[in-house]
């Protein structure tokens, strides 16, 4: 007997190369209250009109459709939004999808952890690229606070998520001085210290991720391998320090976006600000998806442009070639 093939619905959800896609990272606004160089050297003279909130959620569902399982909320700052509790209740309740993270600059998140734990998200990124409060000023703006990020963070891990993870990007002579402290300090709340390549989307000067962990050892962090992974391409060793007088340990994660392949492996789909899909964080082509959800497409019409968006997707990314026909990064969202 003659089996049937799988409805589109059912068929699950991958890109040009075969990789399966369940990831989906979503950018809820381009504003942010800070000026980070590597994400925004400039400030945009226009913002996007970003999706509505019904417009999220039935987006949402129509990848849950597709074999999305995690949504990760992104901006520019996506706290800004009035709406993001809503938006985030809206997002975790929709069919298939398992987990909702989030990532924020902090600036909030003394207020919001709580709530944000309580709307449904499970996992917390914070970017914090310094522990020095004028050099924080240099990196992301006098807007930048550095006690109220901390701050931000300590309610974080009493807010108990399943995970916090606290986004490094290494610029050369900014903070590579800093990487030992930066992780003894995310383990302090036990949370993990990524430390991710510098990509061209701004100024400064990447340090390789090989050259990191050389740093890291240096500065007193003895690295293991260790085999945790999570839905992103960052993979993790095992660190271990003496630090005042006592022996302390996390894990530390690593992306490589420039020197490391890490294409491999992708399972990641991104939607920017201005609600168009990007295949590839460096890519350069775009579907409009918010022109679609505002037409008179239907959720099915919809399914099939994001699956035939993502068989174009190339086997790796280009951003060897530079920045240019890029959009900076606090309109995709990393």
């Known amino acids: 007997m003659l089996q049937q093939p799988p409805s589109p619905a059912a068929a699950p959800l991958v890109d040009g190369q075969g990789r399966r896609i369940v990831y989906l990272r979503l950018s809820l606004t381009d504003r942010c209250n800070f000026r980070c160089s590597y994400c925004s050297p400039a400030a945009p003279e226009t913002h996007e009109d970003p999706l509505a909130r019904d417009e999220v959620a039935r987006l949402v569902r129509i990848f849950g459709g597709l074999g999305i399982r995690r949504v990760r909320l992104t901006g520019g700052e996506p706290t800004l939004r009035r709406d993001v509790l809503d938006v985030i209740r809206e997002v975790a309740r929709a069919p298939g999808i398992e987990e909702v993270a989030l990532t924020t600059n902090g600036h909030l998140l003394q207020a919001l952890a709580g709530p944000l734990r309580e709307a449904g998200v499970t996992r917390l990124n914070v970017s914090l690229d310094t522990l020095d409060a004028e050099k924080l000023h240099r990196i992301a703006g006098r807007a930048a606070t550095l006690e109220r990020i901390v701050a931000g963070i300590e309610a974080a891990y009493r807010a108990g998520f399943a995970s916090v993870k606290l986004n490094v990007v290494v610029v050369r002579g900014q903070n590579d001085d800093e990487l030992g402290a930066?992780?003894?300090?995310?383990?302090?709340?036990?949370?993990?210290?990524?430390?991710?390549?510098?990509?061209?989307?701004?100024?400064?000067?990447?340090?390789?991720?090989?050259?990191?962990?050389?740093?890291?050892?240096?500065?007193?962090?003895?690295?293991?391998?260790?085999?945790?992974?999570?839905?992103?391409?960052?993979?993790?060793?095992?660190?271990?320090?003496?630090?005042?007088?006592?022996?302390?340990?996390?894990?530390?994660?690593?992306?490589g976006a420039m020197t490391e392949n890490f294409c491999d492996g992708c399972n990641r789909v991104r939607v920017g600000a201005d609600g168009s899909l990007r295949a590839c964080l460096g890519g350069r082509e775009r579907l409009g998806l918010k022109e679609l959800l505002r037409g008179a497409a239907s959720d099915a019409d919809i399914a099939a442009a994001i699956r035939a968006a993502l068989l174009g997707k190339g086997e790796r990314h280009d951003m060897e070639r530079g920045g240019d026909g890029l959009l900076p990064m606090i309109g995709t969202g990393g």
């Open 182 to 255: 930066l992780a003894r300090f995310a383990w302090g709340f036990g949370a993990t210290a990524r430390f991710i390549e510098l990509m061209p989307f701004g100024p400064g000067k990447p340090v390789p991720t090989a050259e990191v962990k050389r740093l890291l050892e240096a500065q007193g962090i003895r690295l293991e391998p260790d085999a945790t992974r999570g839905w992103g391409p960052a993979y993790h060793m095992r660190g271990t320090s003496e630090h005042e007088g006592r022996t302390v340990t996390g894990l530390v994660g690593f992306i």
